[in-house]
């Protein structure tokens, strides 16, 4: 079973980050979609493998055969998380897509004008004001 | 009657109270803030002089509370003779600054701010003076520097006052970190950090070997908090504050925490070469050179920043010369210094109040014009150049009789009585320029209004300082003699060394210094006419060494030049290098300890291959690899199938006994893909993407191919870690904690739940709040937001549906989706109390069997998604209210509140309580306190994640151009 869920992580992995390195923001985000889902798993599995006794405590005591808890409920939270992070990266996409007609991260860096003032605005404003 | 310790306490807690209410009380109430601010300061004062008996003879009183007990620390307070003078000074002057602030300040000014900011400043002051734990010190310290900036900047709309904050900030701050270390450094020496402790080991913070370090960083804090050179530079641009907050911050208060932290530490870190060269040197620097710089000021505030400097500079010379003689100089000098500085600035504030203007050049005889300001301002600044029978005269003849008695042998000792009377030399000088300048001469004739009759308390508080100068002159004994004298033996304790506080000692050498500085400064400026008369601004020498723009330099050159540097040899503006280099680092993050170490599988021998499993994770890393090769064009194909994966990996979190995350898995994965749908139709459709890559070029296929290669690289590295963890034994975790726990401590039988919302409870808060903030960023991101022009075209999908609505007959564009969608909207509608239900069963049975506040919100907004779906947004939002802002503000105030329950009960934050009560007819329930906080959990993230889609929701019902571009009215 390890071998398979070594496989399927592996897998997983690689779509997303080939998904990650491409130009397009949504694409990016679909890649961060799958590499959380993925993540989540292999730290899942790094508690435990194999189905057991879900961590339910029954009146008698769990004993060894239950699952670890600890890391279900740091996914469980991760996964909330992951969840808001990605609504709010779809949004910024829209922004951007919207500000400057285009989700392509290229054009974007170009959308953006470098500014470097040659100066601080606060010594401008100084030389104005002498 | 209350004792020594809680009025102490009240001491330092009547101004930051003070300073919450005045800052909400209406701005244009103008003298019910000044009634407040005075009424706390005046408090201050009159509790400061009940403790004078407590602290008379050289006793302290302490007040300590647990602080952080796991770190030894207390927070202390503590009260000697010194700190008493301190405390007298910060609420006296205070008290006079706020009577004259009620007068100066413009009825158009927000005074409530100012008054606010100025209580929050007499607090941080109060707490370095009475701090008895040097962290706490630090910590009041940086409280200072943040509300001097905000005072300097009250007038905000003026670049300068902008500036001068900011450099104020900047210089006052830096310092006040580098104080922090070296007092982290002296904690580490002495093993405490308790003031009592350093002052006892002086001896072993001496002979450390860090010795060196620390001083020098304490004393970075201490020359930049009391301008001294180098760092004196920002004073004279702080002087764009409100007059009033010159007098008090930049000449009687916060300047003087420099020298005060000096003296106080002075036990503890001087009697050493080191410190004798650096305190002393600084403050030989300051004393001439501000000195000579304030001669040539043409603005009366200008002059006396650099007075003050000069000042500074002379008492930090006094602490430098380590001696206790010296020590008791400086004090009795800070008091002096207090009263006539704080009076003269309050005098150049009446003074522009009354003729608009500050400028020497355009002020003349104002002596006939406004004669008590003028009478008062003359006695002050006779103060300041030492004339006798003054309380100037008395800390400068201390200070002459300790530059001629001290002896070192060193050039520096030879020197220093001839600098000094050069010092005092000019500071006759530009005492009488400020005299002769502003009152004397001819009738002034360009002034930018004409005197209108000074309010009558306006000059009082310069009248009682002025008097407490002269009565200290005339009678020193009497009037300071005690004070000084308790306040010496604060810092030096039993053994001070004997002075006099005379106005005659007779003729000896520090009397014919004065004498000669007298006579030289009247001579000098008598010279120096026909030069100030010209009206340069700036001194002969030094008028090119303009500090602010070498500030101005360094600071572009550390923040905008060397970050610029960085980015043009180490950055780059594209995503995709970053993006290599991140994943790039964090390949060699991984591999280095496998190198190091070796890598092969664990002992464990592999479990048996479960084929449905097998075959279902065939179908997962299809949908992934599918999705990853279709979404250059197939975006919603790609959607579906990243779903696919994601569903998958639920049903892979079932067979692994992980009932909770499969449910949330289940739920999120819902969510995700109804709020990408409906970001999809606002991203451009796959056609125009063809059409624009329709030119594969090589280079883009080996770009590609290298993106593959890295992501191969990657995903065989994880699966290898993932191996080699799987096979090796669980470590002992916290797990079996929890377990064990659960039941017993939490109250529930289902630990996932129980840890998320009990023993993690912190954690879980954290996490609603993030949601909570990212659901309003959403809302806040697509409201404010103002499409482009060129895009604002309705979906392609809405369009079309209308095209064909229009087409099948005369009707309303939204019942072609009524139609097309009857009979699921049917069910859906129907459903919507069903899955209310079950959102309900899943909360209630949380605590015990898989379900909880997460899962059971995430299905309630489904429930939600779905009557949005099946009946369009205007039918939804015609009949249902829903406040999803208000869900989440209520869902995390009833978190937080649960948590903050615990407290009512003696426990601490977010404790939980459980209880199996009997109720009749339904029998034994549990009960926890964590359903409460669970019900937060629910409430938010029904906000937060019906907010979240009904913000993208909302955006396709906005009124949009049609899509052909024809001129309509630009309704954005």
């Known amino acids: ?130 | 009657m209350m004792s020594d310790e809680s009025l102490l306490a009240l001491v330092l807690a009547l101004p930051f109270a003070g300073s919450l209410v005045v800052g909400f009380l209406p701005s244009n109430r103008h003298n019910l803030e000044a009634w407040l601010a005075g009424a706390i300061a005046l408090a201050g004062l009159a509790i400061a002089l009940a403790l004078y008996p407590a602290v008379a003879d050289g006793k302290a009183i302490r007040v300590a509370v647990e602080w952080l007990p796991t770190l030894g620390l207390d927070f202390t307070l503590r009260m000697d003779g010194f700190a008493w003078l301190f405390t007298v000074l910060v609420t006296g002057i205070g008290l006079l600054v706020v009577l004259y602030a009620r007068y100066y300040m413009s009825p158009d000014d927000p005074v409530a701010r100012f008054f606010a900011f100025l209580l929050g400043f007499m607090g941080a002051m109060l707490g370095i003076v009475l701090s008895g734990n040097l962290i706490q010190l630090v910590f009041f310290w940086e409280l200072t520097s943040l509300s001097s900036f905000l005072l300097i900047g009250y007038w905000h709309h003026t670049a300068k006052a902008r500036d001068g904050a900011r450099m104020a900030l900047t210089v006052t701050a830096s310092g006040g970190l580098c104080l922090f270390v070296g007092v982290v450094i002296v904690g580490h020496i002495v093993g405490s950090y308790d003031l009592d402790r350093v002052l006892e080991s002086g001896a072993a913070i001496r002979s450390h070997a860090l010795y060196v370090p620390a001083l020098v960083l304490i004393l970075l804090g201490a020359l930049t908090k009391s301008a001294q050179f180098p760092f004196h530079f920002w004073l004279p641009q702080a002087m764009a504050a409100p007059t009033p907050v010159s007098a008090y911050l930049h000449s009687a208060t916060m300047v003087k925490a420099g020298v005060f932290l000096m003296v106080r530490l002075w036990p503890a870190l001087g009697y050493t070469e080191a410190w004798f060269w650096i305190v002393g040197t600084a403050g030989l620097c300051t004393f001439v050179l501000g000195a000579y710089l304030a001669m040539f000021q043409q603005d009366l505030k200008g002059l006396l920043a650099y007075s003050t400097i000069s000042h500074l500079g002379l008492i930090t010379l006094l602490i430098g010369l380590d001696s206790p003689t010296g020590i008791v100089a400086a004090i009795f000098h800070m008091m002096n210094h207090a009263t006539f500085k704080a009076s003269l600035f309050m005098a150049a504030g009446i003074i522009d109040h009354e003729t608009g203007t500050r400028d020497i050049r355009r002020l003349s005889g104002l002596l006939r014009l406004m004669p008590v300001t003028a009478g008062l301002a003359i006695l002050a600044a006779a103060s300041m150049a030492g004339v006798p029978l003054l309380n100037g005269f008395l800390s400068k003849e201390m200070f002459f009789a300790e530059a001629v008695a001290h002896h070192s042998s060193s050039a520096f000792d030879r020197v220093l009585p001839y600098l000094a009377a050069l010092a005092a030399m000019f500071s006759v000088t530009y005492s009488l320029r400020f005299i002769h300048g502003a009152f004397f001469g001819p009738p002034p004739a360009d002034l930018p209004r004409q005197p209108p009759p000074l309010p009558s308390w306006m000059a009082a508080p310069v009248a009682l300082l002025v008097s407490a100068c002269v009565l200290v002159g005339m009678f020193p004994a009497v009037t300071a003699g005690p004070f000084l004298d308790s306040a010496a033996r604060g810092v030096l304790g039993a053994h001070i060394p004997t002075y006099s506080l005379a106005v005659w000692h007779g003729f000896n050498v520090p009397l014919l210094m004065s004498v000669v500085a007298m006579a030289g400064g009247a001579l000098l400026y008598l010279a120096l006419q026909r030069y100030l008369s010209s009206g340069i601004e700036g001194s002969p020498l030094l008028r090119r060494l303009d500090s602010q723009r070498i500030f101005d330099r360094i600071m572009i050159a550390l923040t905008l030049r060397a970050g610029r540097i960085g980015l043009e040899t180490a950055g780059t503006r594209r995503l995709q290098p970053q993006l290599r280099l991140i994943l790039g680092v964090a390949c060699a993050a991984a591999l280095w300890p496998l190198l190091q170490l070796g890598m092969a599988a664990g002992p464990l021998a592999p479990s048996a291959l479960d084929p449905a499993l097998t075959l279902v994770w065939v179908v997962g890393a299809a949908c992934a690899i599918a999705a990853a090769y279709q979404a250059k064009y197939h975006r919603f194909a790609a959607l579906i199938l990243t779903g696919g994966a994601g569903l998958v990996v639920c049903v892979t979190f079932a067979w692994l006994s992980a009932p909770d995350l499969a449910l949330t898995q289940l739920l999120v994965e819902i969510v995700t893909t109804v709020l990408l749908l409906l970001g999809l139709r606002w991203l451009p459709k796959r056609e125009e993407m063809v059409e624009a890559d329709r030119h594969r070029t090589p280079r883009v296929l080996l770009r590609r191919a290298a993106d593959l290669a890295i992501a191969t690289v990657v995903g065989i590295g994880v699966a290898a870690i993932a191996y080699a963890v799987m096979t090796r034994p669980a470590p002992d975790s916290r797990a079996s904690f929890f377990v064990e726990r659960a039941y017993t401590e939490g109250g529930g039988t289902n630990v996932v739940n129980v840890i998320l919302v009990d023993f993690r409870g912190f954690d879980t808060l954290g996490e609603i709040a993030v949601l909570g903030v990212v659901a309003l960023t959403v809302y806040a991101l697509l409201r404010r937001f103002r499409p482009a022009p060129d895009s604002i075209v309705s979906p392609e999908q809405q369009v079309r549906q209308n095209a064909r609505a229009a087409a099948a007959g005369p009707r309303q564009p939204a019942d072609a989706l009524a139609d097309s969608l009857l009979v699921p909207a049917l069910v859906m509608r129907l459903l919507f109390p069903v899955i209310g239900m079950v959102a309900v069963y899943l909360f209630l049975r949380g605590h015990d069997l898989p379900g909880g506040g997460f899962v059971a919100g995430l299905t309630m907004s489904v429930a939600f998604i779905l009557q949005y779906m099946a009946g369009g947004t205007r039918w939804v939002e015609a009949r249902l209210i829903i406040l999803p802002v208000r869900w989440i503000g209520v869902g995390l105030l009833l978190a937080a509140l649960t948590g903050l329950g615990a407290w009512a009960f003696g426990y601490p934050f977010l404790t939980s309580h459980a209880s199996h009560p009997t109720l009749p007819v339904v029998g034994k329930v549990p009960l926890a306190s964590a359903i409460l906080f669970d019900l937060g959990v629910f409430v938010l993230v029904v906000g937060a994640t019906v907010l979240i889609l009904i913000a993208l929701a909302h955006q396709s019902i906005r009124t949009h151009r049609p899509t052909k571009p024809e001129p309509a009215p630009d309704h954005a």
Do not use: C
Not at chain 1, 50 to 65: E, I, K, N, T, Y
């Open chain 1, 1 to 130: 079973m390890e071998i398979l869920f070594a496989i399927a992580i592996g897998t997983v992995v690689t779509a997303s980050v080939y998904l990650f390195l491409s130009r397009d923001l949504l694409r990016g985000l679909l890649g961060f979609i799958l590499f959380g889902t993925a993540v989540n798993l292999a730290i899942l599995l790094a508690g435990r493998v194999g189905p057991m006794r879900p961590p339910l405590v029954d009146a008698a005591v769990l004993g060894a055969g239950a699952a670890n808890p600890l890391p279900q409920a740091l996914i469980l939270t991760a996964i909330v998380i992951g969840f808001g992070l990605t609504a709010f990266a779809l949004i910024l996409t829209l922004t951007a897509h919207r500000e400057f007609g285009t989700t392509s991260v290229e054009e974007l860096a170009e959308a953006e004008t470098p500014k470097v003032p040659a100066n601080t605005a606060a010594a401008a404003t100084r030389r104005e004001a002498a």
